[in-house]
């Protein structure tokens, strides 16, 4: 059983998450070249990586709050969030890839790029540490507390 805080749901439902997620992460190894190679094919004023570090951005931050919404139980839920989650990770794809290959594109020095990439994964750890300690002091100064969810 799969269980939540409001409702307990049948082993069935776990069967098809787990096919849903393996299924998802072979349409992934699919995806990610194609979207290489659509990048690879962009040619507009702002260059090819800017366009699609936008777009795959914001939209993946509007699936991604999606993922979070109420709409309902049982098989509706299952059909949206799964729905959802497809579109927010091929979305996160294209600015993830756009984002990493930008590195070769900066520089032909290999040890400039090593530096580049390093500097850019510790940036991220940085903030990413800032919100796993922040997370509790600023919902809860924002009334995320056990009453307010009643």
């Known amino acids: 059983m799969l269980q939540t805080e409001k409702s307990v749901y049948p082993s069935a439902y776990t069967s098809l998450w787990r096919i849903f997620l393996s299924v998802l992460r072979i349409a992934d190894a699919l995806n990610d070249p194609i979207t290489g190679l659509v990048i690879d094919n962009i040619h507009t004023k702002w260059g ?8 795959g951005g914001v939209v993946s931050v509007i699936f991604y709050l999606i993922l979070f919404g109420n709409v309902g139980t049982g098989t509706a839920y299952v059909i949206f969030f799964a729905a959802a989650y497809v579109l927010w990770d091929i979305s996160y794809g294209i600015n993830d890839i756009a984002y990493w290959t930008l590195l070769p594109a900066l520089t032909q020095d290999q ?29 809860a100064a924002l009334g995320n507390t056990p009453k307010a969810s009643r």
């Open 111 to 139: 040890k400039q790029r090593e530096n580049y990439g390093a500097f850019a994964r510790i940036c991220a750890n940085i903030g990413m540490y800032i919100i796993m300690v922040g997370w509790q002091p600023i919902t």
């Open 48 to 55: 090819k990586f800017k366009p699609t570090i936008l777009v």
